[in-house]
Nanobody
């Protein structure tokens, strides 16, 4: 069993940066793929970024060039650096882990989920 806890959310202005972190406990996630998803009020959960077991990233078109996903093996964590934030990035951000080598853009592919952290970007 993997327990995931997100942190780093908050209220920022457009153009600012935030760094989200997803800390895992229960087992190491270095052998698993991980991803970040978000859900805005009234909308479905959507893919943001994923990282494979060996560190290969993939991004949604809407965040490509602004967000960076990375692993911190020492902390057993996956981070999401978000730059040039826009009001449309406002959402609850969730991290997820799947027992696979490869990341996925599909939420159904993931086995474990965190509780989420709120990101609000004001204009």
């Amino acid at each position: 069993q993997v327990h995931l806890v997100e942190s780093g959310g908050g209220l920022v202005q457009a153009g600012d940066s935030l760094r989200l972190s997803c800390a895992a406990s229960g087992r190491t996630i270095s052998s698993a793929a991980a991803g970040w998803f978000r859900q805005a009020p009234g909308k479905e959960r959507e893919f943001v970024a994923a990282i494979s077991r060996i560190g290969t990233p993939q991004y949604a078109d809407s965040v490509k060039g602004r967000f960076t996903i990375s692993r911190d093996y020492a902390r057993n964590a996956v981070d999401l650096q978000m730059n040039s934030l826009k009001p449309e990035d406002t959402a609850v951000y969730y991290c997820a882990v799947r027992n696979s080598v490869f990341g996925s853009a599909y939420s159904s592919a993931y086995d474990y989920w965190g509780q989420g952290t709120q990101v609000t970007v004001s204009s």
